[in-house]
């Protein structure tokens, strides 16, 4: 059975940063994609951030988090994580992990195989 959970979520000031993680078990690590969105309420699922498979040489980003986040994988650990830096009260969302097979992510990830339930990134201003 495929699981993925986010872990790092929190309270935040403006200004501050946070490093989700996403453990992985029951998956193919290294064959698969991995990404991040978020869910603000009342609002649709963005893409943030994804990686290429296997060893994750090449990234892509949303409009709204480029050059503040960052993502990056690590295979022998079957993890994905997601840096974030200048947060902004406007990222305030809840932040899901995914993973799928195809790179560069196109859409809200409707394409994505598997999903985590969420972390909640709350950040105060």
């Known amino acids: 059975q495929v699981q993925l959970a986010e872990s790092g979520g929190g309270l935040v000031q403006a200004g501050g940063s946070l490093r989700l993680s996403c453990t992985t078990s029951?998956?193919?690590?290294?064959?698969?994609?991995m990404a991040w969105f978020r869910q603000a309420p009342g609002k649709e699922r963005q893409f943030l951030a994804a990686i290429s498979r296997p060893t994750g040489s090449n990234k892509q980003y949303g409009d709204s988090v480029k050059g503040r986040f960052t993502i990056s994988r690590d295979n022998a650990k079957n993890m994905v994580y997601l840096q974030m830096n200048g947060l902004k009260p406007e990222d305030t969302a809840t932040y899901y992990c995914?993973?799928?097979?195809?790179?560069?992510?196109?859409?809200?990830?409707?394409?994505?195989?598997?999903w985590g339930k969420g972390t909640l990134v709350t950040v105060s201003s």
């Open positions: 029951g998956l193919d690590f290294s064959r698969y994609v």
């Open positions: 995914t993973g799928g097979r195809n790179y560069p992510i196109t859409g809200a990830g409707e394409g994505m195989d598997y």
